[in-house]
């Protein structure tokens, strides 16, 4: 199994800056993809960026020049350095990761437990 562990959300004001963190642990083989997505309530999910194992990233358009998503492949760790927030940012951040476990053949989706993060004066 795989393990998320998400930190790094909080409370800050409009055009404040938080840092994002997930590690990743348990029985790893391998990971693909790393990303962040977001929920509010009432709403689905939604990709806010992602990054491969080469280190390509791709991010959700209301985003785009405000975040950036980076990953450390030594320490199994993906990042979401969030600038510039608005409170239409306010939402549960989860990290999510595509994963080869030791014990399983085929890689799978696994999922942080969320941290908040609010966007208010």
């Known amino acids: 199994q795989v393990q998320l562990v998400e930190s790094g959300g909080g409370l800050v004001q409009p055009g404040g800056s938080l840092r994002l963190s997930c590690a990743a642990s348990?029985?790893?083989?391998?990971?693909?993809?790393m990303g962040w997505y977001r929920q509010t309530p009432g709403k689905q999910r939604e990709l806010v960026a992602v990054?491969?194992?080469?280190?390509?990233?791709k991010y959700a358009d209301s985003v785009k020049g405000r975040f950036t998503i980076s990953r450390d492949n030594a320490k199994n760790t993906v990042y979401l350095q969030m600038n510039s927030l608005k409170p239409e940012d306010t939402a549960v951040y989860y990290c999510?990761?595509?994963?080869?476990?030791?014990?399983?053949?085929?890689?799978?989706?696994?999922w942080g437990q969320g941290t908040q993060v609010t966007v208010s004066s």
């Open positions: 990054i491969t194992s080469g280190g390509t990233s």
């Open positions: 348990g029985s790893i083989f391998s990971i693909n993809n």
């Open positions: 999510s990761v595509n994963a080869y476990s030791l014990a399983v053949v085929a890689p799978a989706d696994y």
